[in-house]
């Protein structure tokens, strides 16, 4: 790994800015605010951050021209119209220089001989392909990682350590899938029966489109019968359940922990907050936010935000308030008997 | 994988029905009413779903003897009393024509000569099976799987790949574990010391039942000093947490996300819903179905269905109703005090 | 694995108690007063579970000093100023008897020649250690690990089966890594853009110190820019969700499926119950104990318990309780104007 360097003037020419200060001051980390240094390039992404940034020895920061008057004593910055999107390019950029590809399949991976390999893939040591699996150009496969038979996987995407994706499932282009993963494995579903649960084989797959990504450790089950499809430039984080023949609409968003029970069906644009549980069989329109926690228990129609935790606060509070609210309902009954015998005193 | 060809006449006699019009209809595909084409087989589990049937061109479909009027002008249809349990048959036969049933061990895996394995057991690709381990007939192990010092595995059970089982697990026969499952693992056991916490070390084991199945990337922990014990028939979701010394009584099953804590009871034949967080040293009765996020923070003794979620809302009416019920406490006082007065103004 | 043997004098001199009875008796298992034999030793950790310590076949039992009593017609006691701590030492002693430590490196294993090993670390089947790597003297890595380039890790440190450590990772000594735990995976960083999302690179790294135990299939993610930081002595059960930037501070302890958003700070000696979520970018100062299941939407300046879970109940009752507090804001507006009349009336 390499050390990196740029300049402001670099950077302007990177990201569409305009250089204020030393134009050829040398940068060589990308930091926040408060972990900058003279040689650093940070960001002000949001003008509440003002007071860290007059407090930042930042060399050069990215920062929009309305704030043109705070950097005008500083070493450098680069004025850009969205400091945090550029900040993102930045990072990209950034990854990229200290990025080690390696090309060729490690003698220690298996692969079947009827298996699809472009020839500029990357197979970690330990991987196993299956027979029938197609891998385009560009696709990584880190160590360790088991693709199944059939399963397609579009170009550039990258494949992090220990993944499982089971047979048939079908994957998108340039999309990313982090360590511990599990892709296609069966949804929960049985028949009752006297003798006990009979299982229901989950015969559906699962389908990724482009640009999806999967934080470590979460799952998508395969589908029953049709498939569980997650839609383009979704970004789910780590350790989310994705229950069989759910449907995630595109450039949808979910933070950690979050539970999609079995044909749910989320919109295009939506937002779920970490902890939050859909039920089965819901319907949620697109552009509809979810608030961490809440459990949805009915569809929703209209776009906004939901929410529905039980607020916190200290154990002695809560204490008192989760009691009450045990009685909440004739505490309503009470107060309705109330209201009857004002009604009848006044009248 | 061949494809798979059947009749309505072959389908009444693998499930005990009566045929309803064409007995010889060339059938390839199981599908949902929605997605159904002339060539598939469908089903129809509950009465409201009679709409769906209506649309659908499902060229078969499995129905109650109950709704013979509604298939009379279809291509074919199999009469059978369970339909819901026939269809779950029909998956399991449907799977068994498609499953490709490897024998043998990879040569890449890795088995200790101190391990005993049947004859006709398969062993994937980086498999590692320690000491003492057995694993009876029919026992599959997937690609990259661990099997512990002293596991016992069971007739037919089936490990998917990347299961890790640690030392001394029993597992029955039967038995279905997905991706990514963790058994074994130390239990959370810490004594406090003034110089932090003391690890306990866990030295009981995992015991499962026979035909018990466990969903992708979920962890049943071992017993601190006797077993965890997770008895026949209970299904389990994915990312579920079984902490030490639980134990799930027979034919339970838990959706996804769910969290037991250690030592709690649960008994035989209950449900519990998403996200539902059990506290640990509880008792379950038989019986009991937990609504899903729901905190159960005390023993249930008597069968029913049991829930604790905050209904959600819009964020609007959430945040009013949130902070009224911060003060719900002084809501009752306030309510108290009018009664009070009431009385005696009626007096 | 050799059976263990020990006597009531020899658990007082590894322990520091006084032995009641029998001094020379064999003592062979170590087990729960439930299900203890005569030649198992248990212990009373409370005098609540006295009634069990009666019932109990235990030959020996570690007790306080305080209940002598209680032990004087047993066949043996070692009287311990801390019984469970005394437990916790003697499980710790118990598993090191049971431990097989195998040495070396597996020929399986996949080592770059730039990765620095100890001469007695322990390497198991197929892992995988990329270039850059340092494995500190009593490193054990179990099988199908992978440790990502320039990962650091420290003396005695025991890492599970099919753990995943993404470069540059800092790991401290004797820290215990339970399988599937995923460290450094991206931490879940987006800049909105009307092309969609666009990735910010997660250039951070994560830094976890002396001691720690980390449970199955948890996730720490990497830090954006800064690292994520859990410091020494923390304990993190299994199922946890640490997002980037996170600090946790030392000797805290999480039960799990607990979820932290990025940039949260959890203070030192905190405990969070299971199923917990800590919102992002909030502080909680040090012995902050948050209930199970509470959603924690803002900083805590005090410290004490704080909860927040809605109390189940009934579904029945919960129905009727949860439909009125939909409407709660306006039985506070009624009780208002009731109070308002009354006035009225009493004036």
Same mark, same amino acid.
């Given at each position: 790994?390499?050390?990196?360097?740029?300049t402001?003037?670099?950077?302007?020419?990177?990201?569409?800015?305009?250089?204020?200060?030393?134009?050829q001051?040398?940068?060589?980390?990308?930091?926040?605010?408060?972990?900058a240094?003279?040689?650093?390039i940070?960001f002000?992404?949001?003008?509440?951050?003002?007071?860290?940034?007059?407090?930042s020895?930042?060399g050069?920061v990215?920062?929009?021209?309305?704030?043109?008057?705070?950097?005008?004593?500083?070493?450098?910055?680069?004025?850009?119209?969205q400091?945090?999107l550029?900040?993102?390019?930045l990072?990209?950029?950034?990854?990229?220089?200290?990025?080690?590809?390696?090309a060729?399949?490690?003698?220690?991976?298996v692969?079947?001989?009827?298996?699809?390999?472009? #020839?500029? *893939?990357?197979? +970690?040591?330990?991987?196993? @392909? =299956?027979? !029938? &699996?197609?891998?385009?150009?560009?696709?990584?496969i /880190?160590?360790?990682?088991?693709?199944?038979?059939?399963?397609?996987i579009?170009?550039r995407?990258?494949?992090?350590?220990?993944?499982?994706?089971?047979?048939?499932?079908?994957?998108?282009?340039?999309v990313?899938?982090?360590?511990g993963?599990?892709?296609?494995?069966?949804?929960?579903g049985?028949a009752?029966?006297?003798?006990g649960w009979?299982?229901?084989?989950q015969?559906?797959?699962?389908v990724?489109? #482009?640009? *999806?990504?999967? +934080?470590?450790?979460t799952? @998508? =089950?395969r !589908? &029953?019968?049709?498939?569980?499809?997650?839609?383009? /430039?979704?970004?789910?984080?780590?350790?989310?359940?994705v229950?069989?023949?759910v449907?995630?609409?595109?450039?949808?968003?979910?933070?950690?922990?979050?539970?999609?029970?079995?044909?749910?069906?989320?919109?295009?644009?939506?937002?779920?907050?970490?902890?939050?549980?859909?039920?089965g069989h819901l319907?949620?329109?697109?552009g509809?936010h979810?608030?961490?926690?809440?459990?949805?228990?009915?569809?929703?129609?209209?776009p906004?935000?939901?929410?529905?935790?039980?607020?916190?606060e200290?154990?002695?509070?809560w204490?008192?308030?989760?009691?009450?609210?045990?009685?909440?309902?004739?505490?309503r009954?009470?107060?309705?008997?109330?209201?009857?015998?004002?009604?009848?005193?006044?009248?």
């Amino acid at each position: 790994m390499s050390s990196i360097r740029t300049t402001p003037d670099a950077l302007a020419h990177l990201l569409g800015g305009e250089v204020v200060g030393d134009r050829q001051l040398e940068l060589t980390h990308l930091r926040s605010l408060e972990s900058a240094d003279p040689g650093s390039i940070s960001f002000l992404a949001q003008a509440r951050f003002l007071p860290a940034l007059r407090a930042s020895d930042a060399g050069c920061v990215l920062i929009s021209p309305d704030l043109r008057d705070e950097v005008s004593g500083r070493r450098s910055a680069v004025l850009v119209d969205q400091p945090y999107l550029a900040y993102a390019r930045l990072s990209q950029w950034w990854a990229a220089q200290r990025r080690d590809l390696q090309a060729g399949v490690h003698p220690s991976a298996v692969i079947s001989p009827d298996a699809h390999l472009a #020839d500029d *893939v990357f197979v +970690g040591p330990g991987a196993v @392909i =299956d027979a !029938g &699996a197609v891998l385009a150009s560009g696709v990584r496969i /880190g160590p360790q990682v088991w693709v199944g038979a059939r399963v397609n996987i579009g170009e550039r995407t990258d494949i992090r350590s220990g993944v499982r994706i089971a047979a048939d499932s079908q994957i998108g282009r340039d999309v990313l899938i982090h360590p511990g993963v599990v892709i296609g494995a069966d949804g929960f579903g049985f028949a009752p029966s006297p003798q006990g649960w009979v299982k229901i084989e989950q015969l559906g797959r699962v389908v990724i489109g #482009d640009r *999806v990504e999967i +934080g470590a450790n979460t799952c @998508i =089950d395969r !589908g &029953a019968l049709d498939d569980t499809v997650i839609e383009e /430039g979704v970004k789910l984080d780590n350790l989310i359940q994705v229950g069989h023949n759910v449907r995630i609409g595109a450039h949808s968003a979910m933070a950690g922990c979050v539970g999609i029970a079995g044909s749910a069906r989320i919109g295009k644009g939506c937002t779920v907050g970490g902890g939050a549980i859909i039920l089965g069989h819901l319907e949620l329109v697109d552009g509809v936010h979810i608030t961490a926690a809440t459990l949805v228990t009915r569809s929703i129609r209209s776009p906004g935000q939901y929410s529905g935790a039980y607020p916190f606060e200290s154990n002695r509070d809560w204490e008192k308030n989760a009691a009450t609210l045990r009685s909440l309902h004739s505490l309503r009954d009470r107060l309705r008997a109330l209201e009857k015998q004002m009604e009848k005193t006044q009248s």
